[in-house]
């Protein structure tokens, strides 16, 4: 049973359907950035260094033509709103960390998460082509160079909370290890069963609503 929960959502591919990043490199990235998605993803080379070098692929002059897309482009998953909205009245904290980037999370969040409550990457525009700013690096605890270390995040902002940690992906993983509850999709699904973290499936936020009732009913 949990008692003091503070809930940890990650952003792209749980908030939004889609992932971000790769929407805007599809959309906007000359040839080349695909083989930098995969040595990223064989980890071959760190996210940190692969995302940093897939931005740096963009001028930095695109800016207003990449917001535009991608806050058009982004859909947010059904019965977010109501679970902000349920976390919020239960006095439950809920904290997005991302490996994505300010200028695309903080807008499409405006309004349901203050951004004091948002962990993500920064993205400067003031050089001739796009640079990522790492604020939120891995402390002496991980070697992994995530870039948005969501594990170190997790140890500094949840101790002494019973950790509910929503996500889909495998940069989720470090974070749900650290979790005493996870509410996967996808990729983290098939890690959590493999690895038998205490979890449940989700599609869509009413799911992760029901599950979170239930856990600290
Ligand atoms: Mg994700
Ligand atoms: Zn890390």
Redesign the pocket.
């Known amino acids: 049973m949990i008692k003091n929960p503070v809930l940890i959502c990650?952003?792209?591919?749980?908030i939004t359907e889609n992932?971000n990043i790769i929407a805007i490199m599809k959309r906007f990235a000359p040839d080349g950035w695909e083989e930098l998605k995969e040595v990223v993803l064989s980890q071959r080379i760190s996210i940190k260094e692969g995302v940093g070098k897939m931005f740096a692929l963009l001028p930095s002059s695109q800016k207003e033509e990449i917001t535009q897309f991608i806050l058009n482009d982004a859909k947010i998953r059904r019965g977010f709103a109501d679970f902000v909205a349920y976390a919020r009245d239960a006095g439950i904290p809920l904290y997005i960390l991302s490996?994505g980037m300010d200028f695309f999370v903080k807008p499409i969040l405006n309004g349901l998460v203050p951004e004091d409550h948002i962990y993500c990457n920064r993205a400067d525009f003031s050089g001739e082509y796009i640079q990522i700013h790492w604020p939120h690096s891995c402390d002496e605890h991980c070697y992994n160079e995530c870039g948005c270390c969501k594990p170190s995040i997790v140890r500094k902002i949840a101790k002494g909370k019973d950790i509910i940690v929503i996500?889909?992906?495998i940069?989720?993983l470090e974070a749900a290890k650290l979790a005493d509850f996870v509410i996967a999709r996808d990729l983290l699904l098939d890690k959590c069963r493999e690895l038998g973290l205490n979890h449940k499936p989700f599609d869509t936020f009413y799911d992760c609503l029901d599950h979170v009732k239930e856990g600290i009913g």
């Not at 990650?10 to 749980?14: I, K, L, N, R, S």
């Open positions: 990650d952003f792209d591919g749980t992932d490996g996500g889909d992906s940069t989720d």
